[in-house]
């Protein structure tokens, strides 16, 4: 059980470009999660899927963000046109899916990035 | 709808004294609660949580909590503080029918030599 997996760990981009973000969940996990953490706050709910499946999505992603689970393995998150506002720490988490309700869920290291 | 307080942004504890990190929430319908712990730099790790049954949760480490229906309360506790659980602590509330978990802003635990 090697855990979330993450890359790239670190992302440096300016305002404009577009960046890709990958989450590996733990292998047999049905479902993940996005999270936006920036500086002193805790995290905000993004999007979860139930394998390929995307079931909810947060109102705080706009149109410029997208994300896929396009196999039910692992997943991308995209941001276009980046803004200096989306500089914050982008984590995945990953759970089960074996139960009904909510379950626990296991965190990646994040992806933090800085848009200049 | 669903929100998490924790009421003390910084609890500080001197090594081997016990230690209590706070959480009231909010949800509707029947709570689901976790904690979890954050190192710097680093992801969220998993400590406890309660889904039903016993009101106090053993988890890692040697933390505890202690569901408290009436007063929505769900506390954080260690009898004796390492040095090296410093960190930042959240509490993260759930309910039947979601998915998503609702942090706070979190708690920094200091504990000093």
């Known amino acids: 059980d090697t855990g979330v997996s993450q890359n790239p760990r670190h992302k440096i981009t300016k305002r404009g470009q577009n960046v890709t973000f990958r989450c590996d969940p733990i292998s047999e996990h049905n479902r993940l999660y996005w999270y936006r953490q920036t500086l002193g706050q805790g995290p905000e709910f993004l999007t979860y899927f139930q394998n390929e499946a995307q079931l909810e999505k947060s109102r705080l992603l706009s149109d410029r963000f997208s994300a896929e689970r396009p196999k039910g393995s692992f997943s991308t998150l995209e941001i276009q046109r980046t803004e200096q506002g989306d500089s914050a720490m982008y984590l995945c988490?990953?759970?089960?899916?074996?139960?009904?309700?909510?379950?626990?869920?296991?965190f990646g290291p994040g992806t933090r990035l800085l848009v200049l | 709808a669903q929100s998490v307080a924790q009421p003390e942004d910084q609890v500080n504890v001197a090594e081997g004294n016990p230690l209590t990190v706070k959480c009231t929430y909010s949800?509707?319908?029947?709570?689901?609660l976790f904690w979890y712990v954050q190192y710097p730099n680093r992801g969220l790790q998993f400590l406890l949580k309660y889904i039903t049954g016993d009101n106090l949760v053993k988890g890692s480490y040697g933390f505890e909590a202690e569901f408290n229906k009436s007063q929505t309360s769900f506390h954080l506790k260690k009898p004796s503080a390492l040095v090296s659980d410093s960190a930042l602590y959240f509490c993260?509330?759930?309910?039947?029918?979601?998915?998503?978990?609702?942090f706070g802003t979190g708690t920094r635990l200091l504990v000093s030599p």
């Open positions: 949800v509707s319908g029947n709570p689901y």
């Open positions: 988490a990953s759970s089960s899916g074996l139960a009904g309700g909510p379950e626990t869920q296991y």
């Open positions: 993260a509330p759930t309910s039947t029918g979601f998915q998503k978990l609702v």
